[in-house]
């Protein structure tokens, strides 16, 4: 069945409307994903700034290392007296006090992190003051070791030649076991009880070297106990440098133990932060896909349920409208049915009256005969509108017939007509033509006809004096001639909040004492007058009177 424009407006409406929350959903979850994909952009690049962050474990193995190799170099410095093994061991302390640094420095800058590396690096800082005092003392140690205080003689400087005498004393040594673990070393450095390689020089009794004087062997062995004196110093000084020089080491490596395990600890806490904040991310990710799917389907569920119930109204809006449509047909046809038979029986009747007026009446009867003919007048006029708009509101092809006729020569007969109407009231009726009265126009005059008598009658039963006025202009154009009519009362006028209704059907304006009729008179005027192409349109003041105005357009024969 075909659907009327009503319906396919409704139905185009919630079609729009569904797009549009369609639109809107798919915005919504774009908007979202676009937002969670910055925030785990976001969360990934603190991530791998935080994995950046981590020293790598190798670094401070190889700081061990390089301890133990300048340890080994510094005791053999100190034990075979070998030079280039005291420089070795100065680079490498050196440049392990240097990476020390430089790891403290990288983990100082962790803190921008924030965190999860706090406690690691306050510790860290704590190591940074032991390394410094741990220089100043590794300086100082450095400025007291050299190779004159350790015993080394050059045997490439050249030494004069001495004339060999027959030793006359005795020197004694205390040999230092080479052989010791670096444990067995540290615990004897501690307790001071390292043994070192010690030379005491003794006199052989009764010895007279080269038959001295007793003033000469006086003063030389004073010479020999200070000697003895000297060489006993050196040697505790040689011990008290291994100390400490042990010491350093030991606190060395300690210190870059603890730095290897605060950086484990920090790097195992930095992974499970980073572990925690990944899980957070992915649990992110998986509860907006979720929470988008779910929407999805709701909103498909409700989609199809509205549809669907959208398709059942439908059906049942058609089914209505087929059953409204079949009664509207039937009650078209009954009312056609009825009005045809009402016609004929009142054209009867106006034909008996016109005979009986025409007979020899007395005035008594003949005033009766017109009354009666006037209500069968507009009985017949009423039925005529009806079966009109009933014509029109269901679009039938009949209601207009064009052919040539002169609008001019049809407006004046539709005056002609409602002008004994107009007198019989007391009302003057003038007609203003303008144009060519013989020109021909292909239209429908009996419309144009209709239009004007039923204005004409509204405006003469609204008038209690004064007169009506009726101007015609044909505009003769070659393409399309139209027709202008005014028609202006001196009735009682409309108020401008009613003029809006005065076109509509069933208004009906005026009050009791005027007795309106149906209603239909000037919407069937209105109807009639567009569906030939024009317009209609009233100018009023209350208590003033009435124009109504009207335009039809024609074509040219």
Known sequence: MHKSPVVKRKIASQLQQLLIAFLVLILVLVAGAFILKSNLSKKLSALNGQLNLISAPVEIDSVLLALNSAENDFQKACLNGDAASLNSYK????????????????????KKAGGALVVSLNQR??????????????DSLMKATTAASLGIVNTDTHQPRLQRYKADTLVSTKDESSKAGFFTRLKDAIRNKTTVKVMTIR????????????????T??????????????MGRSSQQLIANNLQMLSELRQMTEQVRKAESEARQKLQKSILQQYNAANTDMDRFTNIGLALLLLFTLLLIFYIQSTMRAEREYLLENERTVLLAGQKSEILAIMSHEIRNKLTAINGAIFMLKRSNLQPEQLKKVESVGYSSSLLLETVNNVLDVSKIEH????????QPFRPLEALKEA??????????????????????????VNGDALRLKQVVINIMGNAIKFTKAGGITINGKLNNQVQQPTLLVTITDTGIGIDATEQSKLFTRYYQGGKDEYKPGTGLGLYLCRRLIELQGGSIGLKSKLGEGSTVEFVIPYQSV
């Open 91 to 110: 680079q490498a302390v050196g440049q392990s006090l240097t990476q020390v640094d430089r790891i403290l420095k990288q983990s100082s800058q962790g």
């Open 125 to 138: 800082i704590a190591f940074s003051q032991q390394l410094f005092r741990l220089r100043q003392l590794f």
């Open 203 to 218: 006199e052989k009794a009764g010895a007279n070297p080269a038959g001295l004087s007793p003033a000469q062997q006086a």
């Open 220 to 233: 030389l062995q004073r010479a020999v106990r200070s000697l003895n004196k000297q060489y006993t110093l």
């Open 395 to 402: 679009g039938s092809t009949e209601i207009l017939r064009n």
């Open 415 to 440: 005056v002609e007509a409602m002008r004994f109407s107009a007198e019989k009231n007391g009302l003057e009726t003038t007609l203003n033509l303008l144009g060519d009265e013989e020109q021909v």
